[in-house]
């Protein structure tokens, strides 16, 4: 996996802890969303790191992108969890006092929230750059920066029963899903239980023609079929059938249907709470489950 070196590094922290580091990271964000860019500036000294040709980002530049809209987010949110406006029960108040594991934590964000109530979180994830990233997210947003560790959502270096609750935040995509709810069952206690909010496969099936629509790009509807074909031979066969080359990596996402998001977590004991399992209008699924 990719890393920044230590020279990347700081120059990464000096230039978003800098006087043009707002600047910089809204033209990162612009670029990373295809937006129109806000800061000349910013896309400027984004050049100047290596992070982009033009206005468009390079390898180390999609890298660093990851984080800096993760932070995007937190900020539009003002610090709340994602979806807790819709799904009541993500508020970050609903895990005080419990031990919650957050699988493809990213640069950390989510973990931001909920440092703000008592209980023990940390994260895990398997890209280093989000995890060099985090401190300084954590600097920029006043936070003090969360406990994470650098593991795959299908083998983390936690001792099984060590949680309450294991989180997935629209990362689910990226896991072989059928290793990683195994990994679920193993580091959760007694009552523990299974949060996962992400895209299934029969809402990203209709989107895939609107953005085509909407787009004409070819290139993304070919990354789309790829993903609806990827998703259809995992349910069927458990793996994908195309893949970058590497353990534990994945080329594309997949987005099992809810059908077969339940299946899987009744094998390994859970039951999915049907009431409060809830349709988020971004088409997401925030699915609650429990040990049956």
């Known amino acids: ?113 909920l440092g703000e109530v008592d209980g023990w979180f940390v994260g895990i994830d398997p890209m280093p750059v989000s995890l060099q990233i985090m401190p300084v997210l954590a600097r920029i947003a006043g936070r003090p920066c969360p406990v994470a560790v650098e593991a795959f959502a299908e083998q983390v270096p936690f001792a099984g029963g060590s949680f309450d609750v294991t989180l997935c935040y629209s990362a689910h995509q990226y896991f072989d899903v059928d290793a990683a ?43 789309d079929l790829v993903t609806i074909a990827n998703t259809a031979w995992y349910q069927l066969r458990g793996r994908r059938l195309f893949q970058t080359s590497g353990a534990n990596t994945t080329g594309y996402p997949i987005y099992p249907s809810g059908r077969y998001m339940r299946r899987r977590l009744r094998e390994h004991g859970f039951e999915v709470d049907e009431e409060t399992t809830t349709r988020l209008p971004s088409d997401e699924t925030a699915l609650f489950a429990r040990r049956a």
């Open 181 to 223: 709810i195994a990994e679920m069952d193993r580091l959760l206690g007694p009552d523990g239980e299974v949060i996962i909010v992400g895209m299934s496969l029969w809402p990203f099936i209709p989107e895939t023609a609107v953005r085509f629509a909407r787009t004409r790009s070819l290139g993304t509807l070919k990354y």
């Open 1 to 113: 996996m990719r890393r920044l070196t230590d020279a990347e590094l700081t120059a990464a922290r000096d230039a978003l802890l800098g006087p043009e580091g707002n600047a910089l990271r809204s033209a990162v964000v612009d670029m990373t969303l295809g937006r129109p860019i806000s800061s000349d500036a910013g896309a400027d000294l984004a050049r100047e790191l290596g992070w982009a040709e033009g206005d468009r980002l390079t390898e180390v530049g999609q890298l660093v992108a990851d984080p800096l809209r993760e932070l995007a987010f937190y900020e539009e949110r003002a610090g709340t969890m994602a979806s807790q406006d819709v799904v009541p029960r993500l508020a970050k108040q609903n895990y005080a006092g419990k031990r919650v594991i957050e699988l493809g934590s990213g640069g950390g964000c989510n973990l931001l929230g």
